[in-house]
């Protein structure tokens, strides 16, 4: 009996689970919906309308033939060709750029600007993803591990260095006026110490965290690349979440 009530307790969780993220994909639908479909109308229309001033102000040209070449444009930069400029444009495979879209295969945030065409380069993409990845993995965990066995001993230091302090100040304190509820007063303050301690050292590892990774690269990107504060801010967190969606990527 009470092994069936635990199934069923498993169960609605699990239902509970999917409603939830079902709900939530929902939420996130709409809220997206509203926010970015009229953007979306008003720029096609815009596009629209350069097409039409575009034939208008070139006659020999008609409309199959702007959208033939329109096709073109898009299917270069499908390819990662930039159809601005001419053929002397920088390389998309250069070294660099071959590092950087390797970097994203093996961290999955595959930003979109740049994949292999080539059959060969996309059977290489599939087996290196495969290899990559879980080493990429392992890295991460072995980074993770070294990073908490610093900070922990940092935590430690600073949470033995000041309730020492404090307690120390307090029995000289009682041995002046030898007072046993100084004493008492001291073991408390100590605890209250050391709780205060690990609450700053939290604290210490969140803003360190946040300037590392969420402060000082946006502020970065917006002197490099010449982004706002808050679009360098969007592509920082859209890379680290490795959602990569590709519309700001450096060097671009």
């Given at each position: ?12 969780w ?17 809220i997206f919906q ?24 070139y006659?020999c ?18 390819k ?6 001419n053929?002397?444009n920088?390389?998309n ?10 970097g994203?295969?093996?961290t999955?945030i ?11 380069g ?10 990559g990845?879980?080493?990429n ?14 900070l ?16 120390m100040?307090f ?7 030898s ?21 700053l ?8 965290g ?16 010449d ?8 592509f920082?967190?859209i890379?680290?979440s ?10 671009e």
């Open positions: 009996m009470s092994w069936f009530h635990l199934v069923r307790v498993k169960v609605n699990t239902a509970l689970l999917i409603l939830a993220h079902f709900t939530y994909l929902l939420i996130g639908a709409i509203m926010l970015e479909r009229e953007a979306e109308s008003n720029n096609r229309n815009h596009f629209q309308l350069e097409k039409l001033n575009f034939l208008a102000n006659t040209l008609d409309g199959p033939a702007l959208e033939k070449f329109v096709q073109v444009i898009l299917y270069a930069w499908e990662g060709v930039n159809p601005s400029g053929s002397t920088p390389s495979w250069d070294f660099s750029s071959s590092f950087f879209f390797a994203t295969v093996v999955t595959g930003y979109g600007n740049l994949s292999p065409s080539t059959m060969s996309q059977v290489f993409c599939v087996f290196y993803a495969l290899c990845i879980p080493l993995l392992a890295f991460l965990k072995q980074l993770g591990k070294c990073l908490t066995i610093h922990g001993r940092l935590e430690r230091g600073m949470v033995a260095v000041v309730p020492h302090k404090v307690l100040w029995c000289l304190l009682c041995n002046a006026v007072n046993s509820c100084l004493c008492v007063m001291a073991k408390s303050s100590v605890v209250l110490a050391q709780r205060a301690v690990e609450a050292a939290v604290s210490l590892f969140f803003i360190t946040s300037l590392l990774f969420l402060i000082i690269p946006p502020l970065l990107f917006s002197y490099v690349e982004w706002t504060f808050g679009e360098g801010f969007y920082a967190f890379t680290l490795t959602i990569g969606f590709g519309d700001y990527v450096v060097g």
